[in-house]
């Protein structure tokens, strides 16, 4: 089975046998309350999502990243984890502190080792993560909004619980021992913030011709306004693959985490926490986590080749795709010789569009049963 990013998966949750003491020497700590998001981040670290991290990034390690993406250690790293606070004073160097959700401010969420507290260029820091210093771009204006301090250092998880949707929050030990077991050499993954249409179904059943297995990994957490709820784009898979996949070959997982719109950069993110779930590839199609006309159309998959040490593959989905009613399948401006009039546009746009109106999609662009999902959500859409 593939490596974890690093070499190595990090664990860092409390053993269940030292929990309840863990918890009391959090009471008697300095608190800091952080937001859902954030509290997911720590999360992640500690369950080996983000390995090789062990916790929040710190000053030397940032400071490479905005270098040259990459961690001191020289492990590929493009898209910082980072705990912000607002000013240099309200944690201290050296000390420990616990950490708390603020959807649940009773339960201590992780004790933290604080090893820096530093200032950031949030600027630098935009242009170099998502390659522009628009705020109107919404992981720009989420890093203008955050604190003008960093902080850095080792965490260990208190609360491991795994959320609403539990049965699909396996963590990557858990996926790569599913993996295992099904006897899956490789596994190719499918990011995702959207509902499943025809050009998603016919891609991922392309690529189960070249892998044992399909991890179907949407991300569930925060989204621009306009985006699926996390509830609909996982009720809608759940019905996809319950319909029209071999269940044998394919395997639904959430990826709680938010969504940062960073384009090229989250590409190799996404890729790398990919590859800690044990995904030996990933599909990388045109304008990946992008966001408005902020990055090239191949940007996304033009990245990977500055990172050849990355050891996860890319599968790379190029051209503008469509159903063709003369070739009568899913088609693209490289396999289709037909004009215009034979096509019907997977437009993310005009099936919003349709829903908001009540109109199913052509059935050639959406399965009625999973437009019948999204149609029995009083909101489907964030707001």
């Known amino acids: 089975m593939i490596a974890a990013h690093g070499g190595q998966l990090v664990n860092r949750v409390v053993p269940e046998a030292e929990l309840p003491a ?23 670290i500690a369950r080996g999502v983000f390995s090789p991290l062990t916790g929040f990034i710190g000053r030397a390690d ?7 993406d990459r961690l001191v250690s020289g492990v590929a790293w493009t898209i910082p984890i980072m705990l912000d606070v607002p000013s240099a004073e309200t944690v201290a160097e050296g000390s420990e502190i616990a950490l708390f959700d ?5 339960t201590p969420l992780a004790i933290m080792e604080v090893q820096d507290v530093f200032p950031w260029d949030k600027t630098a820091a935009a242009q170099h993560v998502f390659g522009t210093t628009d705020g109107n771009h919404p992981g720009v204006a989420g890093f203008y909004e955050r604190g003008d301090y ?6 260990t998880l208190l609360d491991n619980n795994r959320g609403p949707y539990a049965a699909f929050n396996l963590f990557p030990a858990e996926t790569r021992q599913v993996f295992q077991d099904r006897g899956w050499n490789t596994v190719v993954a499918f990011q995702t913030r959207n509902v499943p ?38 009720e809608t898979y759940k019905t996809l693959i319950e319909h029209y996949f071999n269940p044998q070959r394919v395997f639904l997982n959430i990826l709680p985490t938010e969504m940062r719109y960073a384009g090229p950069k989250e590409a190799i993110l996404h890729a790398i926490m990919r590859k800690n779930y044990g995904c030996t590839h990933i599909i990388i199609g045109r304008d990946h986590a992008g966001v408005g006309n902020y990055y090239g159309e191949e940007a996304a998959i033009e990245i990977f080749e500055h990172f050849p040490d990355l050891e996860i593959q890319p599968i790379t989905i190029r051209g503008d795709f469509w159903y063709c009613k003369a070739c009568a399948r899913v088609a693209s401006d490289r396999t289709c010789p037909h004009g215009e009039e034979a096509h019907i546009p997977f437009s993310g746009t005009l099936i919003r569009k349709g829903i908001i109106e009540g109109q199913a999609p ?10 019948e999902v999204i149609r029995s959500f009083e909101r489907p859409f964030v707001e």
């Not at 309350?33 to 999360?43: C, E, F, G, P, S």
């Not at 603020?102 to 009773?106: D, K, L, M, V």
């Not at 011709?209 to 699926?228: E, H, N, S, Y």
């Open 62 to 68: 940032f400071e490479s990243v905005m270098a040259c």
């Open 22 to 44: 863990a918890l009391e020497k959090a009471k008697s700590l300095p608190a800091l309350v952080i937001n859902h998001d954030l509290a997911r981040d720590a999360q992640n």
């Open 150 to 155: 960093l902080v850095g250092g080792p965490l």
């Open 362 to 371: 052509p059935a050639e662009i959406m399965r009625p049963e999973v437009f």
């Open 197 to 234: 249409h025809a050009g998603h179904e016919d891609l991922q059943k392309t690529v189960l011709g070249l892998c044992d297995g399909l991890l179907i990994q949407p991300i569930i957490g925060k989204k621009k306004a306009g985006d699926f709820r996390d509830e609909v784009i996982l």
């Open 102 to 106: 603020e959807t649940n401010p009773e």
